[in-house]
């Protein structure tokens, strides 16, 4: 006789970004549903990591991360952000984003313990906090700007509350935090035993010029929090699944410890690669333009459209209504213009538990110009 498995995961089904993309790649239909670019990374980082592996870096790195890759990172933080982070205690290089938060949220949680966090929210965080044997505590950003309602987060606080998430630029909506969201979360956790999980992948994809509230600006918050990074989001490079987790240094020490006996170490000749290309500062710094212009190229096409856009202000993404069109939910309203009108997009509803249908779609507009063009001649003749 086998055993039979309990799954500790059963309301999980498979993903809705690999669903979009199956259906999109049978369908041949343009796919702006999962989030990546379709463009070349950059050259030169592709020949620096090209180089580190000719020079023979090919063996593992140390396990917390290349010392030459964080020591440029805690420069960056400190000419962006005003911060100093200890590189050696401070910084862990992970293999991508996604394990950066579920590695931060099982550093912390045990069972019982309540999560808050917002929906929508990127499909990733409540399977970890539910692995973990903590609850999730959902609440809703309010529609149709998804601002984070904070009277209702200091209403759902309890004593079992053990950490909040953040996203900011957010999946799948392009909010973004603003500095009286810094105050009121500063007020919310004062005097509790509230950690904080901000989740920043998409730190330099913020546009119009708007500062990112990162949390490394401010030392209190800091001191209370795990924020996540990702290299593939922000480099054009999701394949590489490398990022890095930035916390305090009695966190961090704990972060260590689960990150050891998991991966242990990532990529050498990537951290070798991005070591180099990070001491330019354009590197990281002429990003928000580049993807602020495809937002504004996609917008422009999209005007000819019945779509209605919702602003975004970051992130590889961007909102459309589609009540000019029709009343269909929004899985049924995706799955339609993909196989009918050969687009692939992202229906909002997948991000909530409950199903919360506000009837928009996520399109992706980090692609080609050629990309966007084709996928918006097709939604033109959408009426
Ligand atoms: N968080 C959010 C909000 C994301 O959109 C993504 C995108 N993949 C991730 C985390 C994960 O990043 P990575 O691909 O580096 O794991
Ligand atoms: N973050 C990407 C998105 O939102 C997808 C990443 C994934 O497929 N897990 O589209």
């Known amino acids: ?37 379709d463009f070349p990374m950059s050259d030169q980082l592709v020949s ?55 590695t931060a949220l ?38 149709p700007d998804y601002h984070i309602d904070w009277d209702e987060v200091r209403r759902r606080i309890t004593p079992r509350t053990r950490m909040i998430l953040l996203n900011s630029p957010h999946n799948p909506t392009g909010a973004v935090l603003r500095p009286d969201d810094i105050e009121q979360l500063r007020s919310v956790v004062k005097n509790t035993r509230i950690f904080i999980h901000s989740d920043e992948v998409y730190e330099h994809l913020i546009f119009d010029q708007i500062p990112h509230q990162s949390i490394l600006r401010y030392p209190d918050l800091l001191e209370r929090s ?10 054009h490079c999701t394949g590489w699944k490398l990022g890095y987790s930035v916390s305090s240094p009695a966190l961090m020490q704990e972060f260590r410890k689960v990150h050891q006996f998991n991966c242990f170490s990532c990529h050498t000749p990537s951290q070798f690669g ?10 990281y710094l002429s990003l928000s333009a580049f993807v602020q212009q495809k937002r504004d190229y996609f917008g422009k096409l999209m005007a000819q459209t ?12 961007q909102l459309y209504k589609y009540d000019r069109i029709s009343d269909e939910s929004d899985k049924d309203f995706a799955i339609r213009i993909t196989k009918e009108y050969g687009v692939a997009s992202i229906p909002v509803s997948v991000f909530y538990q409950s199903g919360k249908d506000d009837k928009v779609i996520r399109f992706c ?12 001649e097709r939604l033109i003749k959408i009426s």
């Open 1 to 37: 006789m086998l055993p039979t498995i309990e799954s500790k995961l059963p309301q999980v089904g498979t993903t809705i970004f690999t669903v979009m993309s199956s259906l999109a790649a049978e369908l041949g239909a343009v796919n702006l549903g999962q989030g990546f670019p």
């Open 48 to 102: 620096l990591v090209a180089r580190a592996m000719q020079e023979g870096h090919n063996q593992y790195a140390h396990m917390n991360g290349l010392v030459a890759l964080r020591e440029v990172l805690a420069e960056k933080i400190a000419g962006l952000y005003g911060t100093l982070v200890d590189p050696a205690s401070q910084i862990t290089i992970t293999p991508g984003g996604t394990y950066a938060i579920y």
């Open 106 to 143: 099982t550093t912390v949680l045990r069972p019982g313990d309540e999560v808050i966090v917002f929906e929508p929210a990127y499909d990733s965080y409540i399977p970890n906090i539910e692995i973990n044997g903590a609850i999730p505590v959902r609440i809703d950003l309010r529609f």
């Open 226 to 235: 795990f924020v996540s990074f990702s290299f593939g989001k922000v480099f």
């Open 274 to 283: 991005l070591a180099r290309y990070l001491t330019d500062k354009e590197s």
């Open 306 to 317: 019945k779509f209605t856009p919702l602003p975004s202000y970051g992130s590889y993404f």
């Open 365 to 376: 507009f980090c692609k080609k110009e050629e990309t966007l063009e084709k996928a918006v």
